[in-house]
């Protein structure tokens, strides 16, 4: 999320699964760290998730695995150590892939509007759908962290902006669709699931704001509901 420069206009204001599942971008490898030979609250569900045996002790290889995962998707401390919010990804992960492909099974993101962009904050996931019929997805997105929420309800995509780069941050944000003051879809080169989120725009793949980009235009609905977990 950033400022938005937009040529002979005022920029408006700034504030602050299945196939696709596996598709996400890793984030950048954290610096090696040592492993901890500690037991963590969580370590049961961890191994379990990672398909390690399930005896609620820590091991080397438990550490060594559930380091990699922390390093994969930017968790820190990096230590191996089965807490509360590697538990949490991994938690959010088996809840996305259970969603399968009936994102909309509540009913909550409108089906009356015609072509109309979801965002899911409780289950961190985003999918594209016309009336009931699902176009896209469902995909993982990264909203915003706590005090930088994505904000909830029912709005417009009314720029796009394909090589936008936040006067704010000072970041690039490839792919740029905003619907809601500074707050956008686009692409970052980090998990998905890295913590705590953003500064309030809707984080995707490459890939996956790609092909937002090719199914949206301005004028589109986007609906955002829900709670992110942590906020």
């Known amino acids: 999320m950033g400022d938005i420069r937009r040529r002979g206009a005022v920029a408006l204001g700034v504030t602050g699964l299945v196939a ?111 009336g009931a019929k699902l176009v896209h997805g469902p995909v993982p997105v990264r909203t915003g962290r706590d005090g930088y929420e994505t904000r909830t309800g029912l709005k417009k995509i009314y720029w796009r902006d394909i090589d936008h780069v936040s006067n704010l941050y000072d970041v690039p944000m490839p792919y740029s669709q905003f619907f809601n003051g500074g707050q956008a879809f686009h692409s970052v080169g980090l998990s998905m699931w890295n913590p705590p989120g953003s500064h309030g725009c809707v984080n995707m793949t490459p890939t996956e704001a790609k092909a937002y980009w090719s199914l949206l235009k301005n004028g589109d609905d986007v609906f955002v509901y829900g709670r992110k977990p942590g906020t």
């Open 20 to 130: 696709p599942l596996a598709l996400a971008l890793t984030a950048a490898p954290a610096q090696a760290a040592s492993c901890t030979s500690q037991t963590g609250p969580y370590q049961k569900q961890v191994e379990r998730f990672l398909g390690r045996p399930v005896d609620g002790k820590q091991s080397a290889a438990d550490c060594k695995a559930v380091q990699a995962f922390q390093t994969k998707h930017g968790i820190t401390p990096n230590i191996g150590y089965a807490g509360s919010v590697t538990w949490g990804v991994m938690d959010l992960m088996n809840k996305q892939k259970a969603v399968g492909n009936k994102p909309n099974k509540d009913g909550k993101c409108p089906v009356n509007k015609g072509r109309i962009a979801c965002v899911n904050l409780t289950l961190q996931l985003s999918w594209i759908q016309d």
